[in-house]
């Protein structure tokens, strides 16, 4: 869980859009496309940030659980109902990304609170997410792009807010996601796959012996 006015770093303004607005999928699936594919030599990793005992928090696990059920062909999906992330597995859930992928292209989902004309609003933004800091937690930040969701209002109480937080709100809001994210993920080009350096030292010798035994007519 985030607060909503940490998220954002200077160096772009964030897309932000109401769940309602019947043009949300279209916009941010553009936006997310153009986010994610000069990606294209880069795992792309989400990771959904989260956990079921909170309603309000419980956005991240919602849509990797969402993602999960779809065979995606680009994304890596972290965070699920089963195995959410949260406060106490993060660093070594991001260990385990980075000990599986190549240098991965994360985005990072996490829900926050907000203004009360903000509720329901979807954001976009480049740079990562600083997850628990709506409930004064230090966690590492996460993410080379984020997404959030503010499904209710910040400023006093926040672990009660977030348990009084309308299921309906959080479920409707994480279908939009996920259907943005299956959406960018139909687009995307394939990953190109290139030999590593490493793979090309092993092939040398291999080349090398078969071209001594090779006799040119």
């Known amino acids: 869980m985030s607060t909503n006015h940490r998220l954002f770093g200077k160096k772009n303004s964030p897309m932000r859009i109401h769940m309602e607005d019947e043009t949300v999928v279209t916009q941010l699936t553009e936006q997310l496309y153009s986010m994610t594919e000069a990606q294209n030599r880069r795992d792309l990793v989400v990771v959904c940030i989260g956990t079921d005992r909170s309603t309000g928090d419980s956005l991240g696990p919602l849509i990797g659980t969402k993602l999960e059920e779809v065979e995606l ?3 890596h999906v972290y965070g699920t109902l089963e195995n959410p992330v949260h406060a106490v597995n993060l660093q070594e859930r991001l260990e385990e990304i980075a000990k599986n992928h190549y240098r991965p292209f994360v985005l990072a989902i996490d829900a926050c609170l ?3 004309n903000s509720v ?3 954001s976009l933004a480049d740079g990562p997410v600083q997850p628990g800091a709506a409930v004064q937690k230090k966690l590492p ?3 080379d ?3 959030t969701g503010i499904v209710n209002v910040g400023g ?3 672990y009660f807010v977030l348990q ?3 299921l309906h709100t959080v479920m409707k809001m994480a279908h939009t996601i996920a259907d943005i994210i299956v959406k960018t993920d139909q687009l995307l080009p394939e990953k190109v796959t290139s030999t590593s350096l490493l793979q090309s030292l092993r092939l040398k010798p291999q080349m090398l012996l078969r071209s001594k035994n090779e ?3």
Do not use: C
């Open 73 to 75: 062909r680009r994304f």
């Open 145 to 147: 792009i984020h997404m």
């Open 156 to 158: 006093m109480m926040e």
């Open 215 to 217: 006799t040119p007519l």
């Open 164 to 166: 009084n937080t309308r």
């Open 114 to 116: 907000g203004r009360m």
């Open 120 to 122: 329901g609003k979807i």
């Open 141 to 143: 930040s996460i993410g």
